[in-house]
């Protein structure tokens, strides 16, 4: 239920794998982060680029998911996230919650893509016109 | 021995992904870090100017935890995944 890989997923095999976890699943909330052609900060960007920390990634992932399942009313959650480069319109990271009522499966998902942001050793880098440039880099 | 991974913006400053260097017993990672400060200070520059993490093993841990032979440690900036 957790992954960090280079190779693209399917939104509609992430969702039934979680729906797999039980039939108590009444509602499935998903969150599908995609690779933006434009950004305020540095205009055009032509791709991304995503490194990530072997290992480290895969277990503060690992932590999350178990974090939500406790925290939250939910069933099931799975997490993936890709790296290496990702052209503008790919997908980057898809997060899909399974939980009895749609509330909880909500809530828990923004949870997830909220903190991911915040504390998965997880890097993305724009490649624009005027060169390359970590995002961590922005002032 | 102790190795050091940088990631991101970091391995492309050092110009390396990792290095590894001695470690006496007993060290605590504040000393480890101030002594790798003073013998890269190409490192110490980017600890100074960004908000860089820094993890033992996978995880973030106190900078009076001690340091062992054959632990990983990794500098890395702020993460910007999703």
Known sequence: ?139 | MVSIRFFAGFREKIGAEKIEVSVPDETTLADFITRLESDYPEISALIEKNKATIAVNHEIVDMDQTISDGDEIALFPPVSGG
């Open chain 1, 1 to 139: 239920m957790i992954s960090v890989q280079r190779e693209d997923f399917t939104i509609e095999e992430q969702i039934e794998k979680v729906k797999a976890a039980s039939k108590r699943i009444g509602g499935v909330v998903t969150f599908l982060g995609t690779a933006r052609d434009f950004t305020e900060e540095t205009g055009d960007v032509s791709k991304l680029e995503f490194e990530h920390y072997p290992g480290m990634a895969e277990k503060k992932l690992g932590a999350l998911r178990a974090t939500a399942l406790e925290k939250f009313d939910i069933i099931e959650a799975s997490i993936i996230h890709r790296y290496g480069e990702i052209a503008a319109g790919e997908n980057i990271v898809l997060i899909v919650v399974g939980a009895m009522h749609r509330a909880d499966a909500f809530t828990a998902c923004r949870f997830l893509i909220d903190e991911l942001k915040q504390i998965v050793p997880i890097w993305k880098k724009e490649h624009t016109k005027s060169g390359e440039v970590w995002v961590s880099d922005h002032p």
